[in-house]
């Protein structure tokens, strides 16, 4: 569900500045959304900032440029299907044998 921080009152709401919300349904001008308490207002999209979290945008970013990387090497996608379950299996279980193996050389370091 999509967080959001209410950086500007609409007409009374002055209590709302600085609040965080759940966004329930989303119009063009409007969001309705939902505070900690279950209660639920319509207030103007320009009354509030999204709340991201940097560490996961830097992860989707990193899956993106991985995706084109891979596409670019492999000229595929995650979604062919020339591989069997067995098959997807065996690459997982090489990717986690060098994970680990970086794991113990990081840790030879310290």
Not at 18 to 29: M, P, T
């Amino acid at each position: 569900m999509k967080k959001v921080k209410c950086v500007s009152a609409q007409n009374w709401e002055d209590l709302t500045i600085g609040k965080n919300y759940d966004v329930l349904k989303e119009s063009r001008h409007c969001l309705q959304v939902v505070d900690d308490d279950g209660y639920t207002d319509w207030f103007y999209n320009s009354n509030f900032e999204i709340i991201k979290d940097s560490v996961v945008d830097n992860v989707i970013e990193q899956f993106k440029e991985r995706s084109e990387t891979g596409i670019s090497k492999y000229g595929t996608t995650m979604d062919r299907k020339d591989l069997s379950p067995l098959q997807w299996l065996q690459h997982l279980q090489e990717e986690l044998m060098d994970a680990t193996l970086y794991v113990e050389k990081l840790k030879k370091t310290l």
